[in-house]
């Protein structure tokens, strides 16, 4: 077994996995304040009860600087081994030669990868967070680039905070296309929102690049996939299973 985090904007994910199978999920609020062993002690408070073996390594991605040390730390509480960080010059598989790296979210190469593994190129991933992200790759394995959008609550809470009329939100499933109150309204923008995006923009896409496989994950991603017309995979645990594959391609 495995240990795999995602640490995002909103939420530290964590999962175990055995071989390609992600066979545990918890996602954690981010608490800035705590060191690594405060970390261990949370992930293994999580794990207790769950009839899991010990983990015999763990792998994180990061786009939230200030996590990446605390949490690889406590990861490695529980594996007794150094927590693989997965960084621009990690070997994935995934060429990033067409982009500027400087600043790239590794969790978009992960996504990238798991693609890649699951279906082969070319794949547009549409990842659903705190932002929206468009992240593609073509059939030779090359990252092409993509798109940064805000995130579908996201775009709620500045409409929330910004316009008198307008009340916080949250997501639900649509009824229709049209709302017929403010909050319906609202809801509705968001998700038929990012779900004319995601279609435009594949299709776009195609005709630049072919038949793509499109890839929905992220967690305002089952709100969404539900309401596309074009066919799209969904992957829940498309970050866990890139994650568990660049461990096992850089496993000592
Ligand atoms: N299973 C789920 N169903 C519905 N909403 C979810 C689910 N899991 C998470 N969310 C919500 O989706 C939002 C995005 O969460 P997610 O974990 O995808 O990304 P994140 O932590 O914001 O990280 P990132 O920075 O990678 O986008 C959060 O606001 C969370 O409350
Ligand atoms: C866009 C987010 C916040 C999505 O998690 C993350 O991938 C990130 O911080 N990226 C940095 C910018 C870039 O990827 O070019
Ligand atoms: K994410």
Not at 53 to 56: N, S
Not at 131 to 143: E, N, P, Q, Y
Not at 151 to 161: D, F, I, N, R
Not at 213 to 216: E, K, M, R
């Given at each position: 077994?495995i240990?795999?985090?995602?640490?995002?904007?909103?939420?530290?994910?964590?999962?175990?996995?055995e071989?390609?199978?992600v066979?545990?999920?918890r996602?954690?609020?981010?608490a800035?304040?705590?060191?690594?062993g405060?970390?261990?002690?949370?992930?293994?408070?999580?794990?207790?009860?769950?009839?899991l073996?010990?983990?015999?390594g763990?792998v994180?991605?990061s786009?939230?600087?200030?996590?990446t040390?605390?949490v690889?730390?406590?990861?490695?509480?529980?594996?007794?081994?150094?927590?693989?960080?997965?960084?621009?010059?990690?070997?994935?598989?995934?060429?990033?030669?067409?982009?500027?790296?400087?600043?790239?979210?590794?969790?978009?190469?992960v996504?990238?990868?798991?693609?890649?593994?699951?279906?082969?190129?070319?794949?547009?991933v549409?990842?659903?967070?705190?932002?929206?992200?468009?992240?593609?790759?073509?059939?030779?394995?090359?990252?092409?680039?993509?798109?940064?959008?805000a995130?579908?609550?996201?775009?709620?809470?500045?409409?929330?905070?910004r316009a008198?009329?307008?009340?916080p939100v949250?997501?639900?499933p649509?009824?229709g296309?049209?709302?017929?109150?403010?909050?319906?309204?609202?809801?509705h923008?968001?998700?038929?929102?990012?779900v004319?995006?995601?279609?435009?923009?594949?299709?776009?896409l195609?005709?630049?690049?072919?038949?793509i496989?499109?890839?929905?994950t992220?967690?305002?991603?089952?709100?969404?996939?539900?309401?596309?017309?074009i066919?799209?995979r969904?992957?829940?645990?498309?970050?866990?299973l890139?994650?568990g594959?660049i461990l096992?391609?850089?496993?000592?």
């Open positions: 077994m240990l795999a985090a995602d640490i995002g904007n909103t939420t530290v994910a964590l999962a175990a996995l071989g390609r199978k066979v545990f999920t996602r954690l609020p981010g800035p304040a705590l060191d690594g405060a970390w261990g002690a949370v992930f293994e408070k999580q794990l207790a009860g769950t009839g073996p010990a983990p015999e763990a994180l991605s786009v939230v600087p200030a996590l040390g605390p690889g730390e406590g990861l490695e509480r529980l594996t007794g081994r150094p927590t693989l960080v997965v960084e621009k010059d990690t070997p994935t598989g995934l060429s990033l030669e067409q982009y500027d790296v400087s600043n790239l979210g590794m969790d978009r190469v996504d990238c990868v798991a693609a890649l593994t699951l279906y082969g190129g070319p794949a547009a549409f990842d659903l967070g705190t932002a929206t992200t468009l992240s593609v790759a073509d059939k030779d394995g090359r990252f092409l680039g993509g798109m940064i959008l995130g579908v609550s996201l775009g709620l809470e500045a409409l929330a905070a008198a009329q307008l009340p949250t997501l639900a649509p009824e296309v049209l709302g017929t109150d403010t909050i319906s309204c609202m809801r923008g968001a998700l038929y929102g990012a004319g995006a995601i279609e435009s923009v594949s299709r776009r195609e005709e630049e690049l072919g038949p496989t499109v890839v929905l992220g967690g305002h991603s089952s709100l969404v996939a539900p309401l596309l017309q066919p799209v969904w992957e829940p645990d498309l970050t866990f890139g994650l594959a096992e391609r850089n496993r000592i």
